[in-house]
């Protein structure tokens, strides 16, 4: 890498101008606990009989009213449980699961331990505040 980067400065370039190498295959070996597909379909069904669609419980975001029919009935299901903390005949439940979309779930997994719903929901009402009413 230290050559290329002096090939790219010699004649003026950066690392944006020449690219990143990617798609190297490599074969990498760990374990995984899956998790089963039913509680995830039966709180999404749950959800939809509800409230009529399937939407973010902590934004709002609703896929199929953004991106119309590619969007219809997705969203995301974060575990409240995380697998690695649960024994191996552990149950889940589907109450167990909150449905979010893709930034809400990213921010939930951010950092260690995992924020809760309710803390998120508090965190996003408060930065709305910020944004909407700057302390200039």
Not at 17 to 22: C, L, S
Not at 68 to 81: A, L, M, S
Not at 89 to 118: A, F, G
């Amino acid at each position: 890498m230290d050559r290329e980067l002096y090939t790219c400065k010699k004649v003026g370039l950066s690392e944006d101008d020449e690219g990143f190498p990617e798609g190297k295959e490599q074969l990498k070996a760990h374990l995984i606990r899956e998790r089963s597909k039913k509680p995830a379909e039966v709180a999404k069904k749950r959800f939809k009989e509800k409230h009529g669609s399937l939407y973010c419980e902590i934004c709002g975001f609703d896929f199929s009213k953004k991106y119309g029919e590619i969007g219809k009935d997705y969203i995301e299901c974060h575990y409240t449980v995380p697998a690695s903390d649960t024994p191996e005949d552990y149950k889940i439940k589907p109450k167990d699961i909150v449905l979010v979309c893709s930034n809400c779930h990213r921010m939930l997994h951010r950092r260690r331990p995992w924020l809760k719903k309710k803390e998120l929901k508090k965190l996003l009402k408060t930065s709305e505040i910020a944004y909407l009413f700057p302390k200039n």
